[in-house]
Nanobody
């Protein structure tokens, strides 16, 4: 599965940005999508995830401000980010966890990462 992320940029504190991630691949079953971020000197952390069953998780630091969504028809995952804070500054990565389809079944647990998109929030 190949991923292409977009939507990063520079925004003032309190502003909004929407990140998008388009994924492509044949004969795969998407099990989950997620957004991670990594700030300089800090370990990459999960921001939000959404399973194929609709279970959604957010990091405590973004709850109530960020919304993850998925458009199956367009093979796109999005992260709507509102009320941005300087501490949200990081490179954001989309992530897809998937299995390989064979007939009616799907096998294995694989994941792919997007190339990262920089979000900078100025104070």
């Amino acid at each position: 599965v190949q991923l292409q992320a977009s939507g990063g940029g520079l925004v003032q504190a309190g502003g909004s940005l929407t990140l998008s991630c388009t994924y492509s691949g044949s004969n795969v079953r998407i099990n989950a999508i997620g957004w991670y971020r990594q700030a300089p000197g800090i370990q990459r952390e999960l921001v939000a995830s959404r399973s194929s069953g609709g279970d959604i998780n957010y990091a405590d630091s973004v709850k109530g401000r960020f919304t993850i969504s998925r458009d199956n028809a367009k093979n796109t995952a999005s992260l709507q980010m509102n009320s941005l804070k300087p501490e949200d500054t990081a490179v954001y990565y989309c992530n897809v966890k998937y299995s390989i389809r064979k007939g009616w079944d799907a096998y294995g647990n694989y994941e792919s990462w997007g190339q990262g998109t920089l979000v900078t929030v100025s104070s």
